[in-house]
T-cell receptor, first 115, second 112 residues
């Protein structure tokens, strides 16, 4: 069964360092997303990506965040200069149509710990 | 704005007990409603969904009915198993709004 895969499963980084979280969406999907969950909090939408550009982003997704689909298979989330409050579980998702219309498939998540 | 409120956990039940996890929502527009489940060490999986009022979503013995009059989508299962231990998330999406709004999640522990 096709699945969304994320790497690494756990990343520890120093405050101020750049991190790149990687995702391989399901191959025939066109819509890609990042969500995050701070421990004990809600799963929050960060950004959606379609047709090689951001289609929507939340207030959380400030200038420190960027997304890219560098090679037609990977979908990455970069945090330029990490802060302690960026510590969270980050989920990648993909869908064949927009999430208002069809199911999104989620990866296992990357736990980011900023120290 | 759009939001989802679900009961706080953890919920601890014995095997074969009846399960209800409450979920209510607020939405501008006409939402689709979902329950996602996260088993230990795994990602979020769609458990069931309902796209219009009075629809009942069901999967793996779980059910939830879209109640527009009470803005609710409570998750139920008649007889839980140890393997149902997981975190359950109620969620919604609104047509033409390309994101999912999640509740905080409810951790369920089933004791043998």
């Amino acid at each position: 069964e096709p699945e969304v895969t994320q790497t690494p499963s756990h990343q520890v980084t120093q405050m101020g360092q750049e991190v790149i979280l990687r995702c391989v969406p399901i191959s025939n999907h066109l819509y890609f997303y990042w969500y995050r969950q701070i421990l004990g909090q809600k799963v929050e939408f960060l950004v959606s990506f379609y047709n090689n550009e951001i289609s929507e982003k939340s207030e959380i997704f400030d200038d420190q965040f960027s997304v890219e689909r560098p090679d037609g298979s990977n979908f990455t989330l970069k945090i330029r200069s990490t802060k302690l409050e960026d510590s969270a579980m980050y989920f990648c998702a993909s869908s064949s149509e927009g999430q208002g219309y069809t199911e999104a498939f989620f990866g296992q998540g990357t736990r980011l710990t900023v120290v | 704005g759009n939001s989802v409120t679900q009961m706080e956990g953890p919920v601890t039940l014995s095997e074969e007990a009846f399960l209800t996890i409450n979920c209510t929502y607020t939405a501008t527009g006409y939402p689709s409603l979902f329950w996602y489940v996260q088993y230990p060490g795994e990602g979020l999986q769609l458990l069931l969904k309902a796209t219009k009022a009075d629809d009942k979503g069901s999967n793996k013995g779980f059910e939830a009915t879209y109640r527009k009059e009470t803005t609710s989508f409570h998750l139920e299962k008649g007889s839980v198993q140890v393997s149902d231990s997981a975190v359950y998330f109620c969620a919604l999406s609104v047509e033409r709004d390309d994101k999912i709004i999640f509740g905080k999640g409810t951790r369920l522990h089933i004791l043998p």
